[in-house]
């Protein structure tokens, strides 16, 4: 059995730089995963250019059932730590919008980054090894389909459930459990909404129409775009909210800024010929404003022959528009997986569990999720770095 300082499961964002920040300190580090390359989910991520951090980056961006948790790991390894590191090996970037920043080239950079530091620091890093087990008496146990390994330190670095067919599985979980640590519920996140009935009905010939657009639940709004799928909702407005939904309408205002009552009332005078879908179709795509035109009873209907007051319920509902998700698409096209490892048992410094000696958890396994943008990436670089400066 060879025997290390620190075994870190997981060779993903929060593993790598988790290595890191350990190797840098001396720390003979161990690096295993599943996976025949690292990486695999910042590869894909941004388009394939990697939305590596946001700018923008603060606790209130986060969801988890201790919100306060994750301050102490944002203000220790911020934004700007990890753009020193980006801007260390060259690699050119831009800040795409709201605070977003994204490689200009390829998520490849990124990971190569990570792993040529993970080098310079020492780390031995191992893909394709299955574990089979995990154990602790006096120092933490890996059995893999490879060798066993010890080390005193052990980190749970796996991530969660969302985008299995990235390898994702649920094995950071069994692992807390097995040691006694809580989870918290878990669910997916940042993830499209599914409709049925009449909704499904409307939205399913609209696929692949999109609009800047405001979406609320409760007093949480979101103005970005919104994209109308074969199943229902997406985007990133509709992404944004999915991650705080869990049953119960939402609200769509489609023309966020606009003075719908007053734009209506003004083509009537203007255009009194017009027909209420191509009036529509001024301010909305095309063929969501015939959508909803035909389903307003309005097709067809020129704008003088509808009362002022029936344009002004319709400019509430374009404004207001409620409309109740009968789902997720799951974890199949969930960004994130929300809740996991119950911040009660970690130490918010350190990431360690505070009744297992030597055992951490990191990244998208704990219970904290960000927005949207760069945010999950940000928890964590940060969370492996405070692992890292302390396992």
């Known amino acids: 059995m060879t025997s290390f300082d620190v075994i870190i499961l997981g060779a993903g964002a929060a593993g790598l730089m988790c290595a890191i920040s ?3 300190r001396g720390r003979r580090v161990l690096v295993l995963d599943h996976a025949p390359q690292a990486g695999a989910k910042i590869l894909i991520s941004g388009g394939g250019r990697c939305n590596f951090t946001n700018t923008g980056t603060v606790p209130e961006r986060f969801l ?4 306060h948790f994750c301050r102490s790991a944002l203000s220790r390894y911020r934004p700007a730590d990890f753009v020193a590191l980006v801007q260390k090996h060259g690699i050119a970037f831009h800040e795409k919008t709201l605070g977003q920043l994204f490689c200009d080239g390829s998520a490849r950079e990124i990971v190569a980054m990570l792993l040529a530091e993970c080098g310079a620091a020492g780390v031995d890093v191992r893909l394709g090894h299955r574990v089979t087990e995990v154990g602790r008496s006096d120092a933490f146990r890996v059995e893999t389909d490879q060798g066993a390994f010890a080390a005193g330190s052990l980190v749970l670095a ?3 459930l969302s985008i299995p ?7 950071a979980y069994d692992a807390a459990r097995q040691f006694g640590l809580r989870l918290t519920e878990i669910r997916p996140g940042l993830v499209p909404l599914t409709f049925d009935g009449d909704l499904l009905t409307l939205m399913r010939p609209l696929s692949g129409v999109s609009l800047d657009s405001s979406v609320s639940l409760d007093r949480r709004t979101f103005r970005e775009a919104t994209l109308f799928t074969h199943r229902g909702l997406s985007g990133p407005a509709v992404l944004q909210i999915s991650s705080y939904w869990r049953e119960g309408p939402i609200t769509l205002n489609l023309l966020p800024g606009v003075d719908t009552a007053a734009f209506l009332l003004a083509r009537k005078r203007a255009r009194p010929k017009a027909g209420l879908g191509s009036v529509l179709a001024e301010a909305l795509p095309a063929r969501l404003a015939q959508a909803l035109a035909a ?11 509808v009362p002022d007051r029936v ?6 509902r374009l404004t207001a528009w409620r409309v109740t998700p009968s789902g ?4 199949a096209k969930a960004e994130v997986t929300c809740g996991g490892v119950d911040t009660r048992d ?9 009744a297992v000696p030597g055992l951490f958890a990191i990244g998208e396994a704990v219970d904290v999720t960000g927005w949207l943008g760069g945010y999950n990436f940000q928890w964590a670089w940060a969370s492996g770095w405070c692992a890292g400066e302390a396992a």
């Open 22 to 24: 350990a190797g840098r």
């Open 64 to 67: 988890s059932d201790n919100p």
């Open 158 to 160: 796996t991530g969660g």
């Open 165 to 171: 067919k990235m390898g994702a599985t649920g094995f």
């Open 295 to 305: 389903s307003d009873s309005g097709e067809g209907l020129r704008l003088a022959d």
């Open 311 to 316: 344009l002004v319920a319709l400019a509430s």
């Open 328 to 331: 997720t698409e799951g974890y």
């Open 346 to 354: 970690l130490s918010s410094r350190t990431m360690a569990a505070n």
